[in-house]
């Protein structure tokens, strides 16, 4: 289909669904101006990938830019395009398998739902959280006080899986026990924090 004309600043969000764990390429279908520009991508809410898209010579030159590989389980995924630098008119995005996921080093998949505990511990004014997840889900990450109250949350949103850190910054929070919890569908595991001043 046809998404048509993007100007710098805009984002686009698509809901794609894979059939079979591997490693797939994101492409778009584009027509750029003389000046050509930048876009991003990202799947799952993990980092964006950047590519410079060289001029094709007015809005009805149609060429292919390859976008990056990525490791993906079968499942439904979230895949958001950022438009950085220039004007597109976009016609569309191409995921398509090329082959196994990546194996070993730490290129791994998690196998299983995680939540480490922060480094350092106690701290001040600031900390690492990490926590691993094996399928895409949503993740929030929230802490507590020590009556349960909810101060902040420090993740809220859908990552893809694999493993990540957070840092968490404590300068406004008064020194004492604080509690964070993972949250990710039906995973819940909750860890103690100790901020000192």
């Not at 404590?170 to 039906?186: K, M, P, V």
Request: hydrophobic share 35%; aromatic share 12%; charged share 15%.
């Amino acid at each position: 289909y046809s998404v048509g004309w993007t100007a710098s600043g805009e984002y686009l969000t698509f809901t794609m669904n894979v059939q079979q764990d591997g490693k797939y390429n994101i492409a778009a279908r584009l027509a750029a101006p003389n000046t050509g520009g930048s876009i991003g991508v990202g799947v799952d809410g993990g980092v964006l990938t950047v590519v410079n898209v060289l001029a094709t010579g007015g809005y009805q030159s149609w060429g292919t830019q390859s976008i990056g590989k990525y490791d993906l389980t079968a499942g439904t995924h979230v895949l958001k395009t950022s438009f950085f630098f220039g004007g597109f008119n976009v016609n569309y995005f191409d995921i398509a398998y090329v082959g196994a996921m990546s194996v070993g080093g730490d290129q791994t998949l998690p196998k299983q739902f995680s939540l480490e505990q922060n480094y350092p511990n106690p701290f001040n004014p600031a900390t690492t959280i990490g926590y691993s997840i094996p399928v895409s889900n949503h993740v929030t990450i929230s802490v507590k006080d020590i009556l349960g109250k909810e101060i902040t949350t420090v993740v809220n949103e859908r990552k893809g899986p694999g493993s990540y850190t957070v840092k968490f910054d404590a300068s406004d929070l008064a020194a004492g026990i604080y509690f964070y919890t993972l949250r990710a569908g039906e995973f819940q595991q909750t860890r103690k924090l100790i901020v000192i001043k």
